[in-house]
């Protein structure tokens, strides 16, 4: 299947690790992706904030540039950029009279226009049904061993399910499945849907870590082994800003914390070139060594 | 059948010192809200019947963040006093009553239809992530109440509103978990009513909030390389001295790759269209809060879909059932 695919700010910057092993993983999903070039930030919600009309001219930029390419869905691999682009695409494709006004500002300078014939999906639903569930098996051929998994789903692919509306929003059992499905145990936990705090950990930093530590410390009691999850910004918040915990907590949790396209691309046996682990702040290594055993 | 039905007769034949608010049992007087499974519901629009064919014995228990005080009845005075802080009433911006009617348009109410259908019955502040981890902050309900007062075309208070609403515990304490816009049984979607706050905020030059910062640093980003400046959106949020503080803790993630050099810029390919663009929309008059209203019409015609389907769903169950 081939997709648009769009991968956002921070799998180009901070987080390329989470670009290299999607970009590993693919074709052996039969995923075919397209990587669009000429595209710009979603706004991450903060432009939505600030500039409104100018989110919604960005976003169907990027739809407009993703329907270009023929593709009917266009890859995501980022919660944020998910509900941006979703949230437009709704309000695109469900209002002529705007879709028209936003189609002649894009002409306007020089974008082709958008008719509203393309979906936007994460690759964690790629991968959860149908065809891309299926290969998994095959793929995930290593195996997990066991590994118990803590599967952190973070806000917006859950919520809110109007815009969202790929799993129950209160009860997700897509990473679930995934994990299970590489040979994992995937361990539960209530603030599996809850926020990392990352849209306002530079603006309100004790709030955001308050909201941090509810997943990181109910995952380790649970007895996980390591985290996963679909979102490179809950992954900034997860891996980089544990450190900061140890500050207020006293607590050193070293809580691995995997992208779900490294977590499959460890149960399909692929090298550091692929996984770029290094990349990681709380280091992957007690995870890699459990496997080894 | 609905859970408020349920509850009713568990009191009248099992237990009667069960205790739970009620008054109207039709969705309006805001309540009945508590929480069923951990997620905060009304409980008189609650159908039991979807949950018995599933064969599923749900956990009724309190809404969260407001303290108990029996059974499935919070103490709401943190809840209304947060509201009373919105200063929920019409400041017309003159004291003697104009003899000619003053008329508002359809399309003036239509910015705040959304924010009025609110009930105040809770059940967005009961999962509100960051009113959990900070008690203090005004929260979806209260500033829900809020927009709706800065939207509405009578009122002549909206900047010194706004400039209240961006205290430490205002608008930009919200962390984005979407828990209000899942919860609010009416439709008002809380998180969008923040959005547009914040959005009036930064038209009317009110940006002196981190928060705001981080927010318009988005559209410069945009505006400039077309990707986010990661590096410098700490410096531009919290300040030069602030910045410094933290370079401890910047030197530690830059050793992993995670502080992308900002020199040379990575720039997108066609960056000239997303700052025409920028310059077009700028002139067409759709701002602040407009922008977020604009795309209202489009999503309550998904939503009403998507309700019209379930209802139909239950009502079938029903049927079966009888």
């Known amino acids: 299947m081939k997709v648009a695919y769009y991968k956002g700010c921070l799998a180009s910057l901070s987080a390329k690790e989470l670009d290299i092993s999607t970009q590993a993983l693919a074709p052996l999903l039969d995923i075919e992706l397209e990587e669009l070039e000429s595209v710009t930030c979603c706004g991450a919600g903060d432009i939505h904030e600030a500039e409104p009309d100018y989110y919604l001219h960005l976003n169907a930029r990027i739809l407009a540039y993703a329907e270009a390419t023929g593709a009917d869905t266009l890859m995501t691999i980022c919660n944020v950029c998910t509900l941006n682009l979703r949230q437009a695409n709704w309000q695109l494709k469900g209002d002529e009279s705007l879709r028209e006004r936003v189609n002649r500002n894009l002409s306007a300078v020089g974008v082709p226009p958008y008719s509203g014939s393309v979906e936007v999906r994460h690759l964690l639903w790629l991968i959860a049904e149908g065809d891309g569930y299926e290969l998994l098996k095959e793929v995930a051929h290593k195996g997990l061993k066991g590994l118990k998994v803590a599967p952190f789903y973070g806000c917006q692919i859950l919520r809110p399910s109007k815009i969202m509306g790929f799993e129950d929003p209160d009860r997700p059992w897509s990473l679930e499945a995934i994990i299970e499905a590489c040979g994992g145990e995937a361990i539960d936990y209530p603030a599996k849907i809850k926020c990392c705090g990352f849209p306002i950990i530079q603006a309100r930093e004790e709030t955001a870590l308050q909201e941090l530590i509810q997943p990181i410390e109910q995952a380790i009691d649970a007895g996980a082994d390591a985290m996963v999850t679909p979102c490179p910004l809950c992954h900034l918040s997860l891996d980089a800003w544990q450190s900061k915990l140890r500050a207020t907590t006293g607590r050193d949790f070293s809580m691995p914390i995997l992208h779900l396209s490294q977590l499959i691309g460890v149960a399909a046996g692929f090298e550091e070139s692929e996984l770029k682990f290094k990349r990681h702040v709380v280091s992957v290594q007690p995870v890699l060594e459990k496997l080894q055993a | ?322």
């Open chain 2, 1 to 322: 059948m609905t859970l408020l039905d349920v509850l009713d007769l568990i009191k009248d034949r099992v237990d009667g010192t069960l205790s739970y608010r009620k008054s109207c049992r039709m969705m309006i007087c805001g309540s009945c809200g508590m929480r069923m499974d951990g997620a905060a519901v009304l409980a008189c629009k609650t159908r039991m019947q979807p949950i018995v064919s599933a064969g599923h014995v749900p956990t009724i228990s309190a809404m969260g963040n407001m303290p108990i005080l029996k059974d499935l009845v919070v103490d709401m005075s943190p809840f209304w006093s947060k509201i009373r802080a919105m200063k929920p009433w019409l400041q017309p911006g003159y004291d003697e009553v104009r003899e000619k009617e003053r008329i508002v348009s359809q399309q003036q109410m239509n910015v705040i239809n959304k924010e009025a259908l609110c009930i105040m019955c809770g059940c967005c502040v009961s999962e509100c992530n960051s009113m959990e981890a900070d008690p203090e902050f005004l929260g979806p309900a209260a500033l829900a109440k809020g927009f709706r007062f800065v939207g509405d075309a009578r009122d002549a208070a909206a900047v010194e509103r706004l400039e209240d609403y961006n205290s430490e515990h205002g608008i930009w304490d919200c962390t984005r978990c979407y828990f209000c816009n899942e919860r609010c049984p009416k439709g008002v979607d809380p998180r969008d009513a923040i959005a547009k706050l914040g959005a009036e905020s930064i038209k009317e030059g009110i940006d002196h909030d981190m928060g705001a910062k981080h927010a318009n640093w988005f559209v410069t980003s945009a505006k400039t390389t077309g990707w986010l400046r990661e590096t410098e959106l700490v410096p531009k949020t919290q300040g030069i001295i602030e910045a410094i503080k933290q370079t401890g803790f910047a030197l530690a993630l830059a050793k992993h790759g995670k502080v992308p050099p900002p020199v040379p810029p990575h720039v997108a390919k066609d960056v000239t269209q997303s700052r025409a663009l920028y310059d077009l929309v700028k002139g067409q008059g759709v701002d602040g809060a407009l922008g977020i209203v604009q795309g209202e019409h489009a999503l309550s015609r998904i939503e009403f879909e998507q309700e019209s389907k379930e209802r139909e769903r239950v009502l079938e169950l029903e049927e079966v059932a009888e």
